[in-house]
Nanobody, 128 residues
């Protein structure tokens, strides 16, 4: 059974950092792209970042580029999202997504195509 469990969120002040974790099980992480999304109250789901399974360049939304870094440890079945210089507009529930097919790349995953499984999310609140 495919499972993704996010953690690491919290209440922080503007300028602070957080590292989110997405622990996966039920599939071989090294064969799949993994995307991070977020949803703020009253807003649509927003693309944040995507980790390529191979040597491909990670994708970042313009709003987080230069501040967020995505990485993975396939041996630990975990994908990380390190977030620096957090801003109030980064507030939301962050969740990770794996596609159904290992052929699905970040471009397709982030477009909403083949949204396979996702976790319950972790709340990030940035407020002074």
């Amino acid at each position: 059974q495919v499972q993704l469990v996010e953690s690491g969120g919290g209440l922080v002040q503007p300028g602070d950092s957080l590292r989110l974790s997405c622990v996966t099980s039920g599939f071989t992480l090294q064969h799949y792209e993994i995307g991070w999304f977020r949803r703020a109250p009253g807003k649509e789901r927003e693309v944040v970042s995507c980790s390529s399974k191979g040597e491909g360049t990670p994708f970042y939304a313009d709003s987080v580029k230069g501040r967020f870094t995505i990485s993975r440890d396939n041996n630990k079945n975990t994908v990380y999202l390190h977030m620096d210089n957090l801003k109030p507009e980064d507030t939301g529930v962050y969740f990770c997504v794996v596609p159904r097919s290992y052929y699905t790349d970040c471009r397709l995953l982030l477009s909403g195509t083949d949204f396979g499984s996702w976790g319950q999310g972790t709340q990030v609140t940035v407020s002074s």
